[in-house]
């Protein structure tokens, strides 16, 4: 199977920007999402087919892919913001694959 | 409001066997495909199963192929994972989560998530 790859973690200053990355096999090829689970909570979805916000999400959250790495960005990071986040893609039709997961520090 | 709410986690004795169960709420539950995500004590996410609306297709994760069965009662809005001959490594918090529907043919984006029923393998 495919291995997604992130930072173990990621640490930003208030009102500054967070980039969370997310390496893979021709990930370009691929749709990723992203997941925020803050500590004792369920994962949401913040971003789908790489660029797409849900209904809720601030626009502070952003998404990109290129080449082999999807990159998670969040501007003017807020205490919120902490959490761990991860990636996730097809791994085959239907067949998934989460990344490693990054912890977001905002100190 | 949508939810989605877990139930049938608990301690179990390796080799043993478990019926998770998940029923969903504020949502057409036939009209979508349906999955379970686990998460193992201090661990990261690790997907296990879907299936598709009318359980037409189904797949898993390699490491719960020929143990883990997931099925789905859509006149009771209901999920459903069978899991036999449990091993240690089954330890986790289990996941009931609805597929965006926009992505069920490109990347099975997992939009709404149920807070999760805890599974306990050992002796």
């Known amino acids: 199977s495919s291995d997604l790859t992130q930072p173990p973690s990621v640490s930003v200053s208030p009102g500054q920007t967070a980039s969370v990355t997310c390496s893979g096999a021709?990930?370009?090829?691929?749709?990723v999402s992203w997941y925020q689970q803050r500590p004792g909570q369920s994962p949401v979805l913040v971003i789908y087919?790489?660029?797409k916000r849900p209904s809720g999400i601030p626009e502070r959250f952003s998404g990109s892919n290129s080449g082999n790495t999807a990159t998670l960005t969040i501007r003017e990071s807020q205490a919120v913001d902490e959490a761990d986040y991860y990636c996730?893609?097809?791994?085959?039709?239907?067949?998934?694959?989460f990344g490693t997961g990054t912890k977001v520090t905002v100190l | 409001e949508v939810h989605l709410v877990e139930s049938g986690g608990g301690l179990v004795q390796p080799g043993g066997s478990l019926r998770l169960s998940c029923v969903g709420s504020?949502?057409?539950?036939?009209?979508?495909?349906m999955g379970w995500v686990r998460q193992a004590p201090g661990k990261g996410l690790e997907w296990v199963a879907i299936?598709?609306?009318?359980?037409?297709?189904?797949f898993s994760v390699d490491s719960v192929k020929g143990r883990f069965t997931i099925s789905r009662d859509n006149a009771k809005n209901s999920l459903f994972l069978q899991m036999n001959s449990l091993k240690a490594d089954d330890t986790a918090v289990y996941y009931c989560?609805?597929?965006?529907?926009?992505?069920?043919?490109?990347?099975?984006?997992?939009?709404?998530w149920g807070r999760g029923t805890v599974v306990t393998v050992s002796s």
């Open positions: 989560a609805r597929v965006e529907e926009t992505t069920a043919t490109t990347s099975d984006a997992f939009d709404i």
């Open positions: 504020g949502f057409t539950f036939s009209n979508y495909w």
């Open positions: 299936i598709k609306q009318d359980e037409s297709e189904t």
């Open positions: 021709k990930l370009e090829n691929k749709y």
């Open positions: 087919l790489d660029r």
């Open positions: 996730q893609a097809w791994d085959g039709i239907h067949y998934n694959v």
